[in-house]
């Protein structure tokens, strides 16, 4: 008998098995502790209202090519302008993906002779974005803005003469701590580096009117901001909001944009619609913090740090001790998620507790109550 062609599949995947990260899709069940719906937005009635209303204007659910052909729509570019206004950019364009968006940016943006310097715990897209690049790379150590400077220094020393990029997380989604933004911006002017803050998880929560928290360095012309939409806004896509040179280059030579179907009108509409919302009722905001709050109170007694965001890893360590206790709370009723590598560096396999507004206080006093037990158990 030959073969299977794919031989070499079944051999990688018995091989996750063993070290017990083969991963595996599941159905979402029990109070969710493991989505990145900060806001309670996704399922919620102003949405759903949203929706309708774009419906009712007769938007199309498809756009029907890319954007440079007769996908470009007026809903898409209304949406783009009101992101400029909103995140303080001179310029925005809307990608149907945060991954589509960061692999555009960091293939297209940075240049042969560039450097980019980028955060060791930053985003796989900006990583798959990079390899696409013609730049050179380097990683940093976590949010620290000296060891940046460093690198940039000395790139410098060594014949360096293209631009530098610094590339990084606001929060990061895998430890909830927050990058040291004035820092870093202060490290991009020294070197008159351009900064590249992913703000997918602060969006929405963070900043007035949900603006994230590079909201403070906005209108630089050395700053680019990713906004992704399906978090804390409950929809779809993302937003580069950047100077108009950087959008206007990227729509002519960032692959990932000009080569895809672009994304629905009808989803453009209701993007703006969720940003309105969120800028609008600012106790949607106060309400999570309050609840983040609360769950810090409650499992900072069970060893887990209080990380100041709604990210909160219990890290286990042991890949196989972080998938008993999430199993056993999902049995519970709860549904947290084990993280393991790669997503996370080795041997900090965790699980991943979210707080967002689909849960209450009461649900974080069952859920510390029962993690408490499994963590004495496993």
């Known amino acids: 008998m030959a073969p299977s062609p794919f031989a070499a599949h079944h051999a990688d995947l018995a091989a996750l098995a063993h070290d017990n990260r083969r991963r595996a899709l599941a159905p979402r069940a029990g109070r969710d502790f493991a989505s990145n719906d900060y806001l309670g937005l996704a399922d919620s009635d102003a949405l759903r209202n949203a929706l309708t209303a774009g419906i009712a204007r007769g938007l199309p659910t498809g756009s029907g090519g890319s954007r440079l052909l007769r ?14 206004r909103h995140y303080g950019s001179e310029a925005a364009l809307f990608f149907p993906t945060g991954f589509a968006a960061n692999a555009a940016l960091f293939a297209a943006l940075p240049q042969r002779g560039d450097l980019v ?31 940046f400077d460093d690198i940039i220094t000395r790139w410098r020393v060594g014949g360096g003469t293209g631009t530098p990029w610094i ?37 929405g929560v963070f900043g007035p009117g949900g603006a994230g928290l590079a909201h403070g ?30 959008c206007d280059f990227i729509v002519n030579r960032g692959r990932p944009f000009i080569f895809s179907t672009a994304p629905s009108p009808l989803m453009a509409w209701l993007v703006q619609q969720a940003i309105e919302i969120v ?22 007694p069970l060893g887990v ?68 037990q499994a963590m004495a158990v496993a």
Do not use: W
Not at 279 to 300: G, N, S, Y
């Open 71 to 84: 996908g470009n729509h007026p809903e898409h570019e209304a949406l783009e302008a009101h992101a400029a």
């Open 117 to 147: 310097v980028h955060d060791e715990l930053i985003h796989a897209s900006a990583h798959d974005g990079m390899k696409l690049g013609r730049a050179g790379t380097v990683a940093a150590a976590h949010n620290d803005a000296q060891a």
């Open 167 to 203: 590339a990084v997380e606001s929060l990061y989604s895998m430890d909830g701590d927050r990058a040291p933004l004035a820092a870093l911006a202060a490290v991009a002017d020294r070197h008159d580096a351009i900064l590249v803050v992913d703000e997918a998880h602060a969006t």
């Open 217 to 246: 360095l906005a209108r630089r012309d050395n700053l680019i901001t990713l906004h992704t939409c399906g978090k804390a806004l409950g929809a779809e896509g993302a937003l580069l909001c950047a100077p108009a040179i950087a």
């Open 279 to 300: 800028a609008t009722e600012p106790e949607r905001q106060a309400r999570l913090h309050a609840v983040v709050r609360h769950a810090a109170e409650r499992l900072v």
């Open 305 to 372: 740090p209080a990380s100041g965001t709604q990210i909160l890893p219990v890290v286990i360590g042991d890949n196989q001790r972080t998938m008993r206790i999430a199993a056993t709370l999902r049995e519970a009723g709860f549904d947290i998620r084990g993280i393991r590598p790669p997503t996370v560096p080795q041997g900090t396999a965790r699980l991943r507790i979210a707080i967002t507004l689909n849960i209450d206080e009461a649900d974080i006093d069952a859920m510390a109550d029962a993690l408490a």
